[in-house]
């Protein structure tokens, strides 16, 4: 399974914003700078089978627009464990609920993605930029969902791991034990 794990884009900033932490939305500068991610992930040909967002207004924007891009419109759903206190407890049973897909796509927030990818695969930091793009790749994801005891993943099973820097139309590999905090031009 290829796992492509999102930021949402940049959003409006909380101080100015009066409405609730979930309804917070993208910028229009935030839309454009997910627009370019997935003209980026559509020209590397990045396929998945499943798009999966938190429920906040910012995320599924992003998701929303990554979606459109990538033509999976309709492989496009809400789930409330990509909301913020998202954990490698969710992870692991949204691996487990779509362990049949071989390419699924999760959107939500910092720092609880780059926290539960770095103890899924043993990194030390993880620091997702907005609108940033990972990709773990899983041999088997339905053995690694079944057999999940808490410990971190680098004592049991290898795991490639790649961010998407902003400035390519590539993913570069970055070891399991670095940080990954894709260069990015202002807002990215």
């Known amino acids: 399974m290829h796992l492509y794990i ?14 609730s932490e979930v309804e917070r939305p993208l910028t229009p500068h935030g839309k454009q700078v997910v627009l370019r991610v997935a003209e980026r992930l559509a020209a590397m040909k990045v396929a998945v ?7 906040y207004v ?18 496009l759903e809400e789930d409330g464990r990509l909301s913020p206190g998202f954990g490698i407890a ?3 049973s949204l691996l487990a609920d779509y362990s049949e897909v071989s390419g699924l796509m999760i959107v939500g927030h910092e720092p609880d993605l780059g926290q539960a990818i770095c103890e899924f695969i043993g990194a030390e ?11 773990v790749d899983l041999p088997d994801p339905t053995h690694r969902a079944a057999s999940f005891s808490g410990s971190p993943l680098r004592k049991s ?9 902003s400035h390519q139309n590539n993913l ?3 070891s399991g034990r670095s940080s990954c ?4 031009p202002p807002g990215l």
């Open 172 to 174: 570069t590999r970055v």
């Open 58 to 75: 910012r995320a599924r924007e992003t998701a929303e627009i990554i979606a459109r891009t990538l033509d999976r419109d309709d492989r």
């Open 157 to 165: 099973w290898p795991a490639t791991f790649l961010c998407l820097n």
């Open 49 to 55: 089978d499943a798009i999966v967002t938190s429920p």
């Open 181 to 184: 905090s894709p260069s990015s």
């Open 6 to 19: 999102v930021r949402h884009g940049p959003a409006v900033e909380p101080n100015e914003w009066g409405g």
């Open 90 to 92: 969710d992870l692991m």
């Open 125 to 135: 930091r993880l620091k997702m930029k907005k609108g940033g793009v990972a990709l």
